[in-house]
């Protein structure tokens, strides 16, 4: 079976809770996800949770002006998304400094990526 791997961002809750399912059945948490996304996805149209036309935590208008916003950097190219990004990260150091540990994480295509980039950083790369 072909694998792929993706990045998902879950509430604390919500992950301690699948991390608590997970040891119970003696299975790691990706296959309890696994199969949670395969039951929902078996489950008939009318059973699924489904979504609302707008975030709950916000008004329509506001909706509207992040999907705007959006839009107008999607049509920036991404040379200018990276340097404004960047720009961003400054003046967001300037208002809260950072204090302690930097914290960063990393996402790879595949193994072999993980690899060249734990030689090239052991090599001062």
């Known amino acids: 079976m072909a694998l792929k791997r993706i990045s998902i961002t879950l509430p604390k809750d919500v992950l301690e809770a699948a991390d608590r399912r997970a040891r ?15 039951a929902y996805l078996a489950a008939p149209a009318s059973a699924r949770v489904r979504e609302a036309d707008a975030p709950a935590d916000a008004v329509q208008e506001v909706a509207d002006a992040r999907r705007q916003h959006l ?19 400054r003046l967001a150091r300037q208002v809260r400094p950072r204090r302690g540990r930097r914290e960063q994480v990393i996402g790879f295509d595949s193994y072999e990526d993980f690899y060249a980039w734990k030689r090239a950083h052991r090599a001062g790369g």
């Not at 839009?71 to 990260?89: I, N």
């Open 24 to 38: 119970a059945v003696d299975r790691s948490r990706s296959w309890l996800i696994v199969e949670a996304v395969r």
């Open 71 to 89: 839009l107008a950097d999607l049509k920036r190219s991404p040379a200018e998304r990276l340097r404004r990004a960047e720009e961003l990260g």
